[in-house]
């Protein structure tokens, strides 16, 4: 069964860090691109970081260009999002998500996602 397990999501004051973790299982994510997702309440779900299967190439939305850093470590099948200097505009459910091919922030290109976890930002 193909899974993704989002966690480390919780609240945290304004300037604050956070590292969320996306575990996959039932599939090997070595061949995979991988994509971090958010979505605020009543408003569609964005991406905001991508790493390629290859090379650990990168890409980011430009608004968290310099505070988001995606990683990946193949030998835990293991995704992660570092997140420094938080805003309240933070605040979301955040979801990764995995698909083959080349990296993209386009939702629909995905194949399989996580259930999310929620960051929030809150002095």
């Known amino acids: 069964q193909v899974q993704l397990v989002e966690s480390g999501g919780g609240l945290v004051q304004p300037g604050g860090s956070l590292t969320l973790s996306c575990v996959a299982s039932?599939?090997?994510?070595?061949?995979?691109?991988i994509g971090w997702f958010r979505q605020a309440p009543g408003k569609e779900r964005e991406g905001v970081a991508c790493?390629?299967?290859?090379?650990?190439?990168?890409h980011y939305a430009d608004s968290v260009r310099g505070r988001f850093t995606i990683s990946r470590d193949n030998a835990k099948n293991t995704a992660y999002l570092q997140i420094n200097d938080l805003k309240p505009e933070d605040t979301a459910v955040y979801y990764c998500?995995?698909?083959?091919?080349?990296?993209?922030?386009?939702?629909?290109?995905?194949?399989?996602w996580g259930q999310g976890t929620q960051v929030t930002v809150s002095s």
């Open positions: 039932g599939f090997t994510l070595d061949y995979y691109a």
């Open positions: 998500a995995a698909k083959p091919g080349t990296m993209t922030l386009n939702v629909w290109e995905y194949d399989y």
């Open positions: 790493i390629s299967s290859v090379r650990d190439t990168t």
